[in-house]
Every structure is written in structure tokens, then in C-alpha cells.
């Protein structure tokens, strides 16, 4: 009979692993594709601790130990649910009294490498060169070694020049250009944009701006968005490294 539920255990293991690809596979909505990848595996928990609990129910339900046995199980249980889910909070209430951490500093660990973007109660999420967001859990972060870049030695100071319509109030264009520069993930909220205007025409307005990106990698996305929502062209050029 023993056999039987090895066979039992080795098809259920080859089914969730077939369900968990086909969950990964199948096209969906972003936001119900990542619900998916998120649930599955403690979808997959429970239905193991509900096998494993239908073992023991049929080998000691008869046995005088029956009761500890399911004390020690339901114990266990607690003691790895709680480790699990307060093992990273605990960590981040630690890294964060030993390391002052700051949102838009630059992070490195022996996997991962970017700009600190959030910081949560069980994890950070960085930006990585590609763009792309990853959340690293605390406890991770301890277990590796972690280089930080203080904030300043990250900022770049960079310049470029807008022509722009001369409708638009000269003070009003000013601080509509500093306020898009501002609300972008790129720049950095702690150094005000520099905006002078260069060149006055009869239809056309030239500033030379001066503003802080976060990294030298994101000074052309700066100049990109400028020019695309002020319809001008731009020419960027970096004229320092650092602040």
C-alpha cells in the first residue's frame, strides 16, 4: 500500500510542475499573468500540506501518538509560515538601521545591479540598465555582499538647448519645462533644473537647460522626452560628470 502513495506523490509532483509551465505559458492580460505566477505557489503549498495530512491520517489515525503527531505538524507549520512571511521584514528593519538607504542611489549585489526606485516593508525595487524592475527581497540582501554609490557621486549634470514657440510666455515655459523634467523617473528630484533663455525671435524662443539625470545612461532619455513634448529639437551635450 506504501507504494501507492509514492506513485500518488510522484504524479502530483509531475502534475503542478505540468500546471506551474502551462500557468508561465499561457497568454493572459499583464496584471492576471503576473496574479498567476504569484498564487500558484501557495496554491501548490496547500495541496502538499493537504496530502501530507491525508498520510498521516491514514498510517497513525489509529496510533495513541495520532494527536501529538498532528500538534507537531500543525506547529511546524506555523513556525515555517511565519519565517517565511516575517524573515524579510525582520531583515529590512536591520539593513535598514545598518545602511541608510536612499531612493534613486545606485545599488549592487553579487546578482543584481540599478537604481534603488522603492523601498517596501519586505523587499526594495531597483531599476535595472535594461529598464527593467526587480524587487529583491531583504533577506537576500543580506546574504550577499551589497556596494552602494552615494547618491551625489551618481547625479550627472548635463545640458541641452529647446526652441521653442514663442507664444508661450517666456516664466511660463520656463517653469513648465522644469516641472516635466522634475516628474521624470530619470532625473533627480534634488537638484532644480538650471533655465535660462538664450536666444529671443519673433516666433521662436531658445533655452539652455541645465539638468540632473540619475545616471549618465539616462541624460538621453531626458533630451528624448524634451524634445518630444515641447516638439523641438534638441541637441544634448554632458558637461560634467558629477555633481
Not at 509531475?14 to 505566477?37: E, G, M, Y
Not at 523601498?119 to 533577506?139: D, T
Not at 520656463?174 to 533627480?188: M, T, Y
Not at 541645465?210 to 554632458?238: A, P, V
Request: glycine share 4%; aromatic share 12%; net charge positive.
Amino acid at each position: 500500500m506504501t507504494i501507492i502513495y509514492f506513485i500518488l506523490a510522484f504524479v502530483l509532483f509531475l502534475a503542478l510542475r505540468f500546471i506551474s509551465r502551462l500557468a508561465s505559458s499561457v497568454p493572459a492580460k499583464k496584471n492576471i499573468h503576473k496574479f498567476l505566477l504569484r498564487a500558484f505557489p501557495m496554491v501548490e503549498f496547500v495541496i502538499w500540506l493537504a496530502f501530507g495530512l491525508w498520510i498521516i491520517n491514514y498510517f497513525f489515525k489509529e496510533n495513541s501518538f495520532y494527536g501529538i503527531l498532528v500538534s507537531i505538524a500543525a506547529g511546524s507549520l506555523i513556525i515555517l509560515l511565519g519565517w517565511y512571511f516575517l524573515r524579510d521584514f525582520v531583515a529590512g528593519i536591520i539593513l535598514k538601521t545598518e545602511i541608510a538607504f536612499e531612493v534613486n542611489q545606485r545599488i549592487k549585489t553579487s546578482q543584481y545591479e540599478g537604481i534603488l526606485r522603492k523601498m517596501g516593508y519586505r523587499s526594495i525595487e531597483i531599476e535595472s540598465e535594461s529598464g527593467e524592475q526587480v524587487k529583491i527581497p531583504y533577506g537576500m540582501i543580506t546574504a550577499n555582499a551589497i556596494v552602494l554609490q552615494n547618491l551625489d557621486e551618481s547625479i550627472h549634470g548635463s545640458e541641452t538647448s529647446l526652441r521653442v514657440s514663442a507664444l508661450v510666455p517666456v516664466q511660463e515655459m520656463k517653469d513648465r519645462i522644469s516641472k516635466e523634467i522634475l516628474l521624470l523617473p530619470w532625473s533627480s528630484i534634488n537638484h532644480e533644473p538650471i533655465i535660462r533663455l538664450s536666444q529671443q525671435e519673433a516666433t521662436f524662443n531658445t533655452f539652455l537647460v541645465h539638468f540632473y539625470s540619475i545616471s549618465n545612461k539616462h541624460t538621453s532619455y531626458i533630451c528624448q522626452h524634451l524634445k518630444s513634448t515641447f516638439e523641438t529639437d534638441t541637441s544634448c551635450q554632458i558637461v560634467k560628470n558629477k555633481v
